[in-house]
């Protein structure tokens, strides 16, 4: 039994999963959440999964694994105190939402939800709809390398809201066998990471004049942003995170075109200087010793919502995350 089956048949009798096959690649989908739980090459999953994955579906609580769409600013809709960046909770009515399968092709499924949460500053309540395509584009294999390329399409409308909100795209990943996996962003010289929360420490925060550098661990709880204004190309939002698996090299490169491309398009805040800068791209690294968790996050902010399709506000992305696995 493969690593995805082993997956499927814990979640079963609580909620069922699809899968999407495209030559060597199979994508697991659980429709709770409208998440992506699984994408396996041939060397098991190359997606981080909570470890108790069927407690978490049994409390309705969101932290399954995977991939996932969330709406921002995080300020306003995840903190019961906004003003202080405390009491930090997921609303349900974004995740796990309800989602249901809408259309499933051989490499493709379509899923709906409604979407509602307050914002805790301006409350208001921001109600909407949510279609979302997951389709595999390719998936080829030669003697020395597997490749799957997965294209994610969200289209989230909403009616009379009046404060900036955006999609939120964010793919969770395992530090690796080695311990530790490295997050890269191409940017310009001179460029200026937001840290999001705690000043990074070096032991974290890699430095170069075409890239930088940010390692995940799982042990220490750090999140580090990338402005629109420093990428070599704000049309295009890309990063990359590298591992080891199973004696393999395993790259995850993450790219959009539908992502913020000014200060003016980004709506999230860092907690650390909400008045600061904000930032398109992110990366988060989990803390072991307080949440029990491990694991890393590669994230990429979408353009702030406008108006369009009769009146209505409507927020897009448009994810495509590139898995490749390596023999070296």
Known sequence: MSELEKLASRIEGQERTLELHAGPACILIL????RVIGVDLGNGNLLWVN??????????EWNTGGIRTWVSPERAFFY?????????????????????VAKKEKKAIELRSTISAEDVISK?????????????EQAEQDKYAVHAC??????????????????????????????????????????????????????????????????????????VGIRPEDL???????LKYTFRKSGMHVNVAMASRTGAKSQIECVDQAKSNP???RAVIQSYNSELTSSGLCFGELEIQGAMA???????????????????????
Not at 31 to 34: F, I, L, Q, S
Not at 308 to 317: F, H, K, P, S, T
């Open 275 to 277: 008045n600061g800068p």
């Open 150 to 223: 997965l294209r994610i399409h969200d289209l989230l409308k909403v009616e009379r809201f009046k404060s900036p909100f955006a999609l939120w795209c964010l793919v969770q990943i395992p530090p690796g066998e080695d311990g530790f996996g490295i997050a890269t962003v191409p940017v310009v010289r001179n460029a200026q990471p937001v840290h999001y929360f705690n000043p990074i420490p070096d032991s974290y925060l890699q430095m170069f004049d075409d890239r930088i550098g940010f390692t995940i661990d799982g042990q220490r709880e750090l999140k």
């Open 51 to 60: 470890p108790r994955i069927e407690d978490v579906i049994l409390n309705r």
């Open 232 to 238: 070599p190309d704000p049309s295009e939002a890309q």
């Open 306 to 328: 406008k108006t369009r399709q009769e009146g209505n506000l409507v927020a897009e992305d448009e994810i495509i995350i590139d898995f490749l696995l390596e023999n070296r």
């Open 124 to 136: 208001q309540t921001l109600d909407g709809y949510i279609n979302k395509r997951i389709e595999v």
């Open 31 to 34: 429709p709770r959440g409208g």
């Open 80 to 100: 019961d105190d906004p003003e202080n960046f405390e009491g930090w909770r997921c609303p349900q009515g974004i995740d796990p939402a309800k989602y249901v």
